[in-house]
């Protein structure tokens, strides 16, 4: 169900219904938006009582979500969800682009910060490196830890960057929730429903990547789960499924955008570097400046020349379909 607000309501009586609603035994999720607050309410088996709600003051309507999905869903929130950093320049969501680069795996501080360099200088808000890494093998480069969260750190002091990186367990959830500015979900985790769940009592931004085979629904239905908890700024990221497609490692699924952007108002990113596998058909997001020697997903991580010439380019379509890069590119950049 949805409570939706008249325009003129005044937070009184927006917390008035709150409260109301969380008497009855729900939870209410007041979501203002440009005109008007909806407030949807989570925890309901059956039908709530809209008469009551209908009588409180300052309440429009009270409607029915048939969706299984409520607070993702645009019928709940009709305008998209920006989900912006105060005091910087990074928004994810809006009219301008979002640019998240870094390597797979932060492999020391010298690596780190030589990339880094490169990603701040093209032009990227966010810098995106794996501090805790979900691999295939038990034998594969697990990550540094928290070495790795504490190197991220001090390039968001040095470069102005935003953090993402990503938390495989509740374990590394804590942590990363400290350091980081963007907790990652991965694909392996989208329906780890204990961490969605944890990572939805977090106020912290929840980057939530699609499963291997997840549909459209389940992917919702992992976004729901983080904000059926509180968190409300869950950022979808499409990283390729699985196809039986064999000349890349996975394929992107580009046509789920346009569905995604129909049905919530979430915002989307695409992780182009899981998606293909291959440098040649990646533009961003893994950068490492020596691919060849990195210690994770080093064929699908371009150079920050290639990082740089793309931001290039971007920087000239974005204005033609009405976007917009906020960071200024400095040419020497594109040297390298
Ligand atoms: C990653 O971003 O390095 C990663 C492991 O991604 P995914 O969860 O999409 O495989
Ligand atoms: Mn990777």
Not at 258 to 270: D, K, N, R, T
């Amino acid at each position: 169900m949805l409570v939706v607000m008249k325009a003129q309501a005044t937070p009184e009586q927006i917390q008035a219904v709150c409260e109301h609603i969380e008497q009855l035994g729900f939870r209410a999720h007041p979501l203002p938006g440009a005109q008007r607050t909806a407030i949807g309410i989570t925890g309901n088996k059956g039908e709530v009582d809209r008469g009551n709600l209908e009588s409180l003051s300052g309440v429009a309507e009270v409607i029915r979500v048939s969706k299984a999905y409520k607070l993702a869903s645009r019928d709940v929130k009709e305008e998209d969800t920006v989900i912006s950093f105060p005091g910087t320049d990074a928004a994810i969501g809006g009219r301008n682009l979002a640019i998240v680069a870094g390597p797979c795996s932060i492999e020391s501080r010298d690596q780190a910060f030589a990339i880094a360099e490169q990603v701040a200088s093209s032009g990227a808000q966010f810098f995106r490196g794996g501090a805790f890494k979900p691999r295939t093998s038990p034998y594969a480069f697990q990550g540094l830890g928290l070495e790795a969260l504490k190197i991220m750190a001090e390039i968001r002091d040095r470069y102005g960057l935003r953090i993402v990186t990503e938390a495989i367990d509740s374990e590394s959830l804590a942590m990363v929730a400290e350091w980081a500015d963007v907790i990652q979900i991965g694909a392996r985790n989208m329906q780890n429903f204990s961490l969605l769940k944890r990572a939805g009592r977090l106020r912290k931004p929840v980057l939530l990547k699609r499963g291997l085979s997840a549909t459209l629904e389940e992917f919702l239905m992992a976004a729901e789960y983080v904000m059926s908890e509180g968190n409300y700024q869950v950022i979808l990221c499409e990283r390729g499924i699985r196809t039986f497609t064999d000349h890349s490692r996975n394929t992107l699924d580009l046509s789920i955008i346009p569905a995604v952007h129909h049905l919530s108002h979430l915002p989307i990113l695409v992780d182009p570097s899981h998606a293909t596998g291959k440098r040649e058909s990646v533009l961003p997001i893994e950068v490492h400046h020596q691919p060849d020697k990195a210690l994770s997903d080093g064929p699908q991580s371009i150079y920050p020349s290639q990082f740089a010439t793309m931001m290039d380019e971007i920087q000239q379509i974005a204005p033609v379909v009405g976007r917009n890069l906020p960071r200024g590119i400095h040419a020497t950049a594109v040297a390298g």
